[in-house]
């Protein structure tokens, strides 16, 4: 239904930054909700942010004001820019849409590991 493309993971020191970005196409469907989440070695995937089609934000605890999450809904693009990021911010993180379609429709995109290491 769609297909994501992530980039700009890679490998930071603590203390550093990061700018996530993930580009929808091939879909005739709004975008509705667009959200990151990550998965750790060993655990869960929880989400990292969300960012409805109105531009309202919403974050997991741990990254309350150290990420950002924005999108660009002519370019059908979100980004997650990742300040001050912590050893602990390690993951993969994957890209996540909500689609019009009528029953709701979804998609993930592939992932993109960030390493935070000294």
């Known amino acids: 239904q769609v297909q994501l493309v992530e980039s700009g993971g890679g490998l930071v020191q603590p203390g550093g930054s990061l700018r996530l970005s993930c580009t929808a196409s091939g879909s005739p469907f709004l975008i509705l909700d667009m959200s990151w989440y990550r998965q750790a070695p060993g655990k869960q995937r929880e989400l990292v942010a969300t960012?409805?089609?109105?531009?309202?934000?919403n974050y997991a605890d741990s990254v309350k004001g150290r990420f950002t999450i924005s999108r660009d809904n002519g370019k059908n693009t979100m980004y997650l820019q990742m300040n001050s990021l912590k050893p602990e911010d390690t993951a993969v993180y994957y890209c996540?849409?909500?689609?019009?379609?009528?029953?709701?429709?979804?998609?993930w995109g592939q992932g993109t590991q960030v390493t935070v290491s000294s």
């Open positions: 996540h849409v909500i689609l019009s379609s009528r029953p709701r429709g979804e998609g």
């Open positions: 960012i409805t089609s109105g531009g309202n934000t």
